[in-house]
């Protein structure tokens, strides 16, 4: 069974750093692509960064651009977000998800079919 | 990289079906197949409903279904059911390693 379980959220201060994390188990690891998606408070789904599963592309928002990376560890099955330069406008609920079907012929599809339960992140002096 | 536009509510009786369209354009839905539907209930994590434009994945009744036409897509509840009350978001793919999700359609069972 797949579980993904995030970790490091917070409150910090504007112009703060936090870095969260998030567990994967259950499904190998190291052939998806990883999201962060976010959900600020009453407001709908952005996604905001992927990494490949070998780690070695990356892509942003431009919301994130410049200021949040992302990264992996495929040993230990974790996926982390430092998140920089923090604002009022970060606060969210911030969500990892696995990025990525292979079917059973091995055809691929991009989608995001598991989520973890998300980590709340305030921005707040 | 601008939202997907969806109406922000629709309702409908149970039994009654209910539809939600998904606007982008030429560089996200209308361009690819890889568009995908989230159920999200409060307090809870978004769950797959639709991938690949139409299909379901193991699981979810086949009152859900789903379809696009250009830079359009568009999510259908047949049969509505009061456990269908939630929020809905469709999502696409937009090239290279990039996704864009849609404002969200609240779904009210009236």
């Known amino acids: 069974e797949v579980h993904l379980v995030e970790s490091g959220g917070g409150l910090v201060q504007p112009g703060g750093s936090l870095r969260l994390s998030c567990a994967a188990s259950?499904?190998?690891?190291?052939?998806?692509?990883m999201s962060w998606v976010r959900q600020a408070p009453g407001k709908g789904l952005e996604w905001v960064l992927i990494i490949s599963g070998d780690g070695a592309t990356t892509d942003h928002a431009d919301s994130a651009k410049g200021r949040f990376t992302i990264s992996r560890d495929n040993f230990k099955n974790t996926v982390d977000l430092q998140m920089n330069s923090l604002r009022a406008e970060d606060t969210a609920v911030y969500y990892c998800?696995?990025?990525?079907?292979?079917?059973?012929?091995?055809?691929?599809?991009?989608?995001?079919?598991?989520w973890g339960q998300g980590t709340v992140v305030t921005v707040s002096s | 990289q601008s939202a997907l536009t969806q109406p922000r509510s629709v309702s409908g009786s149970p039994g009654q079906s209910v539809s939600i369209s998904c606007t982008g354009t030429s560089g996200d839905v209308g361009d690819y197949d890889y568009v995908s539907w989230y159920q999200q209930h409060p307090g809870k994590a978004p769950k797959l409903i639709i991938y690949d434009v139409r299909k379901r994945p193991s699981g979810v009744p086949d009152r859900f279904s789903a379809s696009k036409s250009d830079n359009t897509a568009s999510l259908t509840i047949s049969r509505l059911q009061a456990e269908d009350e939630a929020e809905y978001f469709c999502?696409?793919?937009?090239?290279?390693?990039?996704?864009?999700f849609g404002t969200g359609t609240k779904v009210t069972v009236l």
């Open positions: 998800a696995k990025s990525g079907y292979y079917d059973d012929r091995h055809f691929f599809s991009w989608l995001f079919d598991y």
């Open positions: 999502c696409s793919y937009a090239g290279g390693y990039t996704f864009v």
């Open positions: 259950g499904f190998n690891f190291d052939r998806y692509a």
